[in-house]
């Protein structure tokens, strides 16, 4: 295996987090759209889930948090230091566990949608474009970290699961956020990624 390979889902979801990765840090790598979990894909996925990392040794990874983590490990995107790798860790949880479960709950009707402007945009959102307001990266330090490429996902994703919220985010209303998404999306890999993004039946 020349390349490494990212097999998810012709959706955005939870394998958007390290497509974007492996974009942004412009790693040669095999994005392999799946239509569904059959027996060609099946005995590689540990809990019968996606996604899936396969890397050029052959080594096997699950779980999107594990898998953007050992590839930022590995090109040193995870922070310099340990007090940085664990605001990195902090950040990434309250994107995927908070934010990003709570986006796709609403989405489902499970949640009401007022709880997004009530909880979501003041507890999370608002705070991130202070932090970027007061350090420039989510995670202080002096470069920029997959901590901020999270918040940049999620950023850009709760206005297309949930335009509404789109309208009560964008447009200046959190400007450092706005200069996140524009940091990631000028970056020629993230660019191409975007253009190239499938349109899914399913808008998750
Ligand atoms: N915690 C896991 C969740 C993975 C997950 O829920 N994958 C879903 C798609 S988003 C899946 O493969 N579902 C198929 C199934 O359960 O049969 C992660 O972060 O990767």
């Known amino acids: 295996m020349t390349k490494p390979q990212l097999s998810y889902f012709k959706a955005r979801a939870l394998g958007q987090f390290p497509r974007v990765l492996l974009s942004y840090l412009s790693i040669d790598y095999d994005n392999n759209y799946i239509d569904k979990i059959d027996e060609s894909i099946i005995d590689d ?8 990392f396969k890397d050029t040794n052959g080594f096997k990874l699950v779980q999107s948090m594990a898998i953007t983590k050992y590839i930022s490990e590995k090109y040193n995107f995870l922070g310099k230091t340990p ?3 664990a605001l990195v860790d902090e950040t990434i949880s309250a994107v995927h566990i908070d934010v990003f479960t709570f986006i796709i709950r609403v989405f489902r009707g499970v949640e009401e949608k007022e709880k997004i402007q009530e909880l ?3 507890r999370f959102f608002a705070k991130w474009n202070q932090i970027l307001g007061e350090k420039k990266y989510i995670a202080g330090g002096d470069s920029y970290t997959l ?7 999620v ?3 709760i206005g297309y699961v949930l335009p509404f919220a789109g309208d009560l985010l964008y447009g200046g209303k959190f400007p450092h956020l706005d200069s996140l998404k524009e940091h990631f999306e000028s970056n020629k890999g993230v660019a191409e990624y975007l253009k190239n993004r499938p349109v899914t039946e399913r808008k998750i």
Not at 147 to 153: C, G, I, K, N, Q
């Open 45 to 52: 996925l540990k809990y019968g889930q996606l996604p899936l």
């Open 83 to 85: 007090e940085e790798r």
């Open 120 to 122: 979501i945009i003041p």
């Open 147 to 153: 901590a901020d490429l999270y918040v940049y996902v």
């Open 155 to 157: 950023y850009e994703y």
